[in-house]
């Protein structure tokens, strides 16, 4: 079996975005991760630094302590088009919207529109947590639809994965000169840990289904048990990777208390 290529490129990273499931959101499963890539320019992390402190004592001793690791910060330049990047800023449920639809991201394909058409966002919504995911994983075996809106990784090749959870939006700052376009950089944050101490940064390499000899299978965020990761990450996430590719937000459509931070 191949191993993960000697670099990436643009070409090879898939970018996912899930909100945290709330009442009023689509139960349809496959309507609860986005790929963003397409509008992403750029990208980088930092932060996450644990900083040690020294005590001195007499006698010549030093104590050393380490410090709570520190915030994580992600900043996406990206392409702007329509409102999806102002839900993820502000969110849009809290509502001056007259036909009470929830906020989402991406195009409705069923209805030939965009799913915030029509939603107002505000700077006074209630501002919600997501769970952001980057899959690494050379471009050829990536399974895309027709449009493209949905672009999954092979199940059977090499992925690198990193999985941010609980992230919120700090700052989105916008930008539009007359011989350029339409652009901005969207800040999110993120803890090294969450309430219950869970780390809210996972990386791993592998593939989804693993054979007797090459890479071993990385964890499955779709169950507890030793292969599984699903309490850490906060919430049930699987693909199809056939010719029909899709994302899984919950293990059925009726079944949502397993949806990422589902509150209900």
């Given at each position: 079996m191949p191993s993960l290529p000697d670099h990436f490129e643009g070409e090879d990273v898939i970018i996912t975005l899930e909100k945290e499931f709330i009442?009023?959101?689509s139960t349809t499963r496959t309507l609860g991760i986005?790929?963003?890539e397409g509008k992403v320019l750029s990208w980088n992390i930092s932060g996450g630094d644990a900083t040690t402190e020294d005590v001195f004592a007499f006698g010549g001793k030093t104590f050393n302590f380490s410090k709570p690791r520190n915030k994580f910060t992600v900043n996406f330049d990206i392409m702007l088009n329509n409102s999806d990047f102002d839900f993820v800023q502000f969110g849009a449920e809290e509502?001056?919207?007259k036909n009470a639809a929830a906020g989402a991201i991406g195009y409705d394909s069923g209805n030939s529109?965009?799913?915030m058409s029509g939603i107002v966002v505000?700077?006074?919504?209630?501002q919600r947590r997501w769970r952001v995911i980057m899959w690494?994983?050379?471009?050829?075996?990536?399974?895309?639809n027709s449009g493209r809106t949905i672009v999954v990784p092979s199940q059977t090749q090499p992925i690198y994965r990193m999985i941010f959870v609980d992230v919120k939006s700090v700052t989105f700052d916008k930008t539009f000169s007359a011989d350029e376009y339409m652009k901005g950089t969207l800040s999110l944050e993120f803890s090294a840990a969450d309430e219950k101490g869970?780390?809210?940064f996972i990386q791993e390499e592998g593939v989804h289904t693993?054979?007797?000899?090459?890479?071993?299978a990385i964890h499955q965020l779709t169950d507890n048990t030793t292969s599984g990761i699903q309490l850490e990450a906060r919430g049930y996430m699987d693909w199809n990777a056939t010719t029909t590719p899709y994302w899984y937000a919950g293990s059925t459509t009726t079944d949502t208390t397993v949806r990422y931070r589902y509150s209900g």
């Open positions: 009442t009023g959101d986005k790929n963003v509502t001056l919207n529109r965009d799913y505000t700077s006074t919504d209630k690494f994983q050379d471009s050829s075996y990536h399974v895309a869970y780390p809210n693993a054979t007797t000899s090459g890479p071993r």
